[in-house]
């Protein structure tokens, strides 16, 4: 299981986070050493969650209207982050730039999502920086956010993970794909061994 720690806005010392940074790393390693994992642990989403089901208005990093149904006959690869992620969430963008790597090594395509955690704190110019500081280019690449409503929504339908641990929010490292036909094909996570070999 993996976890990450979204900023507060809290400030606190440096040895007061650093105590807290071992200890969630702790937890992190006993809870990995015992190979559980929230993508194996819930029952599998695969087959039964098509596109078109999820919520659809959002907005990209640009600030245009967006929907997750824009590319009728393509595959989507869709995860959740926060933009101010330190530890988890480039460690997910890592995988999917290893995901778009492969893709381009076969000449093939799809479209990849990252949906925002928190729309109330991060918004379209949250997102073009995450693009700059992030070196990614790529048009096949959107970052958006929606309603809090919106973003509950789709976590749920597609079970992604987050809780309270002290005054953090804590998530897991998930990505799901869904195929040409619109229907969710594979769940990836931390206990996925190579994702792009999922492609």
């Known amino acids: 299981m993996t976890f990450e720690l979204a900023d507060s806005g809290k400030a606190m ?3 007061t986070f650093k105590s807290r940074q071992l200890a969630l790393t702790a937890l992190v390693l006993l809870l990995g050493s015992s190979g559980i994992s929230l993508a194996s ?3 599998s989403l695969v087959g039964g969650v098509r596109l078109e089901v999820l ?5 990209d990093e640009s600030g245009h209207a967006f929907a997750l149904t824009n590319w009728p006959g393509q595959r989507v690869v869709m995860t959740m982050s926060y933009a101010n992620c330190h530890l988890i969430c480039p460690m997910t963008i ?3 730039k ?3 790597a492969a893709l381009d090594a076969k000449h093939e395509t799809a479209q990849f999502v990252i949906v925002g955690y928190d729309p109330e704190n991060e918004d379209a110019a949250a997102w073009r920086n995450y693009r700059k500081t992030h070196h990614i280019t790529r048009s096949n690449w959107h970052f958006v956010t929606g309603s809090v409503a919106d973003t509950v929504r789709f976590a749920s339908q597609l079970k992604f993970e987050r ?3 002290d005054e953090h929010v804590m998530h897991d490292s998930k990505v799901v794909l869904f195929g040409a036909n619109g229907v969710l094909s594979r769940e ?3 206990d996925t061994e190579t994702w792009a070999a999922a492609l």
């Open 55 to 59: 919520p659809q208005a959002w907005q």
């Open 163 to 165: 809780w309270k641990y």
């Open 188 to 190: 990836l996570g931390s």
């Open 13 to 15: 010392t440096m040895s």
């Open 94 to 96: 890592n995988g999917l």
């Open 98 to 100: 290893q995901m778009q």
């Open 41 to 43: 642990a819930t029952e």
